[in-house]
């Protein structure tokens, strides 16, 4: 590996779950979003934080706010990281939290598929709400990435535990989507839309503006910087697609 020892930063900045993938092994579409994202990509970091299982008890307003910290705490690393490699001489960039965001056959999308990504670095496994299921945490994390220039074959870092038979993470039960009080997810995926949350901002009838603005990319760039600002009036009164997951009441047993 060339660049800076990622196992040496992420220890310093306290995460455990994290991977890289060299860009050989990135299926399409993902790869070329990847291209997309940063000319010459060789390779996407991505890694991911843990939210306590306690979290998801609390008011929806303080629970919102706690979440709202780790993201950020990550995007912080995200940005460090990015800094660090670029400063090695590797192309690099930070993959943003908020915006843009993008609109692909009808659907909202971040510029990189974070969860696709991570199960290809072998960090977890989608489930059928599309959410990421990790070993040590369950499907309750938060994800950031980096994409960087340099080619890499793909490598993981996972928490160490006791050696046992291997798990399939996601039983397939459906409790994710059978409990969505906003039937967000259907035959043809995540109308994100349609999600309890998202709706408090974006009723149905702002649905069709809302998808015009974000293919409109310097429009959402413009809007980036305030991004963080709006976030913080946010409120996410449903976490059911993860709290009614058998790995995340496994997790929160512990």
């Known amino acids: 590996m060339t660049g800076p020892d990622i196992d040496e930063f992420f220890k310093s900045e306290e995460i455990l779950l994290f ?8 299926q399409n579409p993902d790869r070329e979003y990847a291209e997309e994202f940063l000319r010459g990509a060789g390779s996407v970091i991505v890694f991911a934080k843990e939210v306590p299982a306690s979290l998801y008890d609390l008011p929806p307003k303080e629970k919102t706010k706690r979440m709202l910290l780790i993201a950020e705490s990550l995007d912080r690393t995200a940005k460090r990281l ?8 590797i192309a690099a960039k930070p993959i943003p939290l908020y915006l843009p965001l993008t609109i692909t ?7 990189i598929r974070l969860k696709q990504i991570a199960e290809t670095a072998g960090l977890g496994e989608r489930g059928k709400s599309s959410l990421l299921i990790t ?9 950031s990435g980096v994409v960087t220039g340099r080619h890499i074959p793909k ?5 160490e535990e006791p050696a046992g038979p291997v798990e399939t993470l996601c039983t397939g039960c459906g ?14 995926g995540v109308d994100a839309f349609s999600c309890v949350t998202i709706r408090r901002f974006v009723p149905p009838v702002f649905v069709p503006p809302a998808k015009w603005v974000l293919k409109r990319r310097l429009l959402l760039r413009l809007a980036a910087p305030v991004a963080p600002s709006f976030a913080r009036f946010a409120t996410m009164p449903c ?10 009441l496994k997790k929160s047993e512990r």
């Open 19 to 26: 991977g890289e993938v060299g860009i050989e092994d990135i």
């Open 82 to 89: 990015s800094s660090l490699l670029n400063k090695s001489g």
């Open 105 to 111: 056959d009808g659907k909202v999308r971040g510029l």
């Open 135 to 143: 070993k040590p945490y369950g499907p309750g994390v938060f994800l």
């Open 155 to 159: 490598y993981r870092h996972i928490p």
């Open 175 to 188: 409790l994710c989507i059978k409990n969505c009080p906003g039937k967000v997810f259907g035959p043809d």
């Open 239 to 248: 976490s059911r697609c993860v709290t009614v997951c058998p790995r995340f």
